[in-house]
């Protein structure tokens, strides 16, 4: 008995300092969770505040690219026929629930349907600015506002009806404001948080009907009484754009608030949420915690056993979020990227590749046939994927139409057959299927290999997207491996595209010269085609078949080919005098540089600024230009001519070129392809097309030209043929400005020796 009161003795401290001990540990705990449950509101406000402005843009996109349809419509008429146009905009405006639309001319004067069907004319809506910004050529959505036709608010649509590249109209259509407030008042933690638009300036665009909003208030800083730091740090993220959260204490409580910019006008989605809604589970668990304290020290162990549990269970809650596409079901990008690479790495003998795929034409889904469509499509493609995913593979969606999937091989032809069948059944979606649209799949391959053991899963990805960006437009479901061709391409395009600006500034464009020859006219020196080099530090001259291409796709063209044709009208000036009398010099102009709206008017005054003489500067177009837009061409044609120029039609014969078009196009000058010129061509049938070509032009009073030829048979041939002008290597290659100079002092002495 003794024996047994003194183990109790002893064990009356051990529990006293056990209890001391577990509560001092379990205030330790809560201060932890406090900072984590804090860390969670942050983050699950803000993915609210996200949630918020993916189906808000998803309104709003879907009503401009609604009422983008149409304007095209209108756009492509000759003639705009508003009574026929009457049944389309009313059965648009019932599929969409606009309250009205209608078109309006520069007067502001607008025509259109109501939702009742009900025709309306000469409404004024000159007053109204989102009207001139349409005719700026830009896309707009008002704030809200209240409507003269119903005592509620309202949001104005207007995008632009844009007939042979000008602006002519405008489609604008009304909705109830009520439409996207519905949207912001979605119930969040049992209807007591609420979300509102707002504008870089705190202004409300839509305000939320929640019982605790002022109705009055014209911005959230009146609303809500911030404290300095947090009004001034508010105040710089919504006027430089960025997204982030803050605290502020309203009417005895506290509130988290999560800002995201919306990326339509300068609008944000503002989400609140009351902290004692979110702090509930916190303020539980604190309570559950000091009952546990106050227990037994088994409690104790039952209560660290159930916040495992809860902890565990919101884990796997905030994986869902984390790494599940919120559409299809499949995992995200986050997701692939974690359980491939354990995949591979738990698997170094067997063979992977990476398949990334892309659905071509799938914007127009949803364009031709909606959302909805649009969706189940996207469905039913991760559906047709998981069922042909094998035992250790995975796949995920990584952007809209974009999906990326991990195999397992022994063969390229177990990948292609995989693909054989993917393609198949992409073709198989009923929606899809009995419209008979047609639907492409490119695929990228990389093969994973021994030697990749440096590269993370994101690289193998991005190399198999390499290779599905390589892929041309071929009208058919397509594959390529990836290469390291590819990739050295890829990075030497990255390399240029980061270098170009720069470039274009330190003046490393060069302007390279080959001269003309007018066979026709005793071979005198009768001009050059401007033509364009990079001279790169590190690697000298490149061609323009290097870079041309990339700055065609990304669009910096246009600056190359004005930096080209001011580099031209310098060199005229500087240097005509010691050429020749009479001299042209032919500047290329890209399809982009064209339809630029200042395209006329810049080349006119860049021209006028060197005090170059009218028909000293030609412009050369390829016959692309005339198939995209034939009427629009001629008309700029007509413009550029009204202003000095000549204008000549390159590459004739490359392509779909036809005689027939000549009679239409009011060119002066017509170059022949160097296709005509290479051996395999000249053929006696080819110098009679030729022959056929020069007649014809003659015939319509224009000069021919033809490049790149290399002997001097040809050149007799052609000046037999009636040819005007020669350029190509039997003359002279592409020199510098001073190679040309000199080029050209020599080609006048032997001419006078000659004489």
Sequence with gaps: MRDILEKRDKLIPIAIAFCIAFVGLSILFLNYSRGLNEQEICAYTMDAAEQSKNTILKQITGDFQTLDGIAKLIGSMDVVDYDALMPTLESVNNENNFIRMGFTDRTGITHGVDIEGIPYTNVNLRDKGFVEKAYDGQKVITKTQTAKIGDFYVNYYAVPIIRNGVVENVLCAVNKADTLRNILDTSMFGGKGFVHIIDSDGKFVIRSIHPSVDSDALSIYEHYKLDSETKDRLEADLLEGNAGTTTYPFENEGRWAAYTPIGINDWYVFCVVPKDEVNRNYIQMSIGIIGIIIGASLIFLFFLLYIKMLNDRRRRELEKIAFVDPLTGCRNEQKFLRDGMEMINGNPHKKYAVIYSDIKNFKYVNDLFGYDVGDGLLRYWADTLSNLMREGEIFARLTIDHFVSLHSYETKEELEQIF???????????????????????AGIYLINGADNRLTLRDMLNRANVAEKSIKNSGKSSFVYYSKEMRDKYLQEIEMESHMEEALQQEEFKLFLQPKIAIGYDNRLFGAEALV???????????????????????????????????????????????????????????????????????????????????????????????????????????????????????????????????????????????????????????????????????????????????????????????????????????????????????????????
């Design 533 to 755: 080099r990079w001279d790169r530090p590190d690697s000298g001259l490149l061609p323009p078949a290097v870079f041309i291409p990339l700055f065609e796709r990304n669009g910096f063209i246009v600056h190359l080919d004005r930096y080209m044709f001011e580099s031209s009208c310098r060199f005229y000036r500087d240097n005509v005098a010691s050429v020749d009398g009479e001299f042209t010099i032919s500047v290329n102009v890209s399809r982009k540089g064209l339809w630029q709206s200042d395209f006329v008017e810049w080349y006119t005054e860049t021209k006028k600024r060197y005090g170059v003489p009218d028909g000293c500067m030609e412009l050369e177009f390829t016959e692309d230009f005339v198939i995209e837009d034939k009427e629009m061409f001629i008309d700029t044609v007509r413009q550029l001519h009204e202003n000095g120029f000549l204008c000549s039609l390159d590459d004739f014969g490359a392509g779909q070129s036809s005689l027939n078009v000549l009679k239409d196009i009011p060119v002066d000058i017509l170059k022949l392809d160097m296709l005509f010129f290479r051996g395999e061509q000249q053929s006696e049938r080819g110098w009679k097309l030729v022959k056929s070509i020069i007649g014809m032009a003659k015939a319509l009073s224009m000069k021919t030209v033809s490049e790149g030829v290399e002997s001097s048979e040809q050149v007799t041939t052609l000046k037999k043929l009636g040819c005007d002008y020669i350029q190509g290597y039997v003359f002279s290659k592409p020199l510098s400005e001073k190679g040309f100079i000199d080029f050209a002092d020599r080609w006048r002495q032997a001419k006078k020796q000659n004489e």
């Design 420 to 442: 054989s069948a993917a393609a198949s059944r992409l073709q198989e979606y009923p929606k899809i299927k009995e419209r008979k649209f047609n639907l492409e799949l490119y």
